[in-house]
């Protein structure tokens, strides 16, 4: 094996760099990508439970109200007071809004962005 020149070493080098960069850069899209993906399964599934809780608030909303008609008096009584009931937990849901979700919703999504990925990953 010959000696190398210096500039064969520097440019021997500087390809090393390059491939290392690239390698870094792809590192990058792929842990973005990963993120984000973490990030709308998290939507989604939230965005899922969000829906089925609501479909399964209206209809116990529609079976007080049927069950208020037969047992106590008028439907529109029933629906009157389930409407109340909306309020008053939307108030509660309102004034308590940063500890039931902003701050729930900030720590999950920090938690999946700063995610430090183990060294055998790397």
Do not use: C
Request: charged fraction near 20%.
């Amino acid at each position: 094996m010959e000696p190398q020149t210096i500039s064969e070493n520097f440019s021997e080098l500087s390809g090393n760099v390059k491939d290392y960069l690239k390698l870094r850069l792809d590192l990058l899209k792929l842990t973005i990508t990963e993120k984000m993906a973490s990030i709308g399964s998290f939507f989604l599934v939230s965005v899922i439970f969000f829906i089925l809780f609501l479909f399964v608030l209206m209809f116990f909303s529609l079976a007080f109200i049927f069950w208020f008609r037969d047992h106590a008096g008028a439907a529109y009584v029933g629906a009157l007071i389930i409407a109340g009931f909306y309020i008053i937990v939307g108030i509660v849901i309102f004034l308590l809004r940063n500890k039931l979700f902003i701050n729930p919703l900030v720590e999950r999504l920090s938690k999946i962005l700063m995610e430090e990925t183990s060294e055998h990953e790397k």
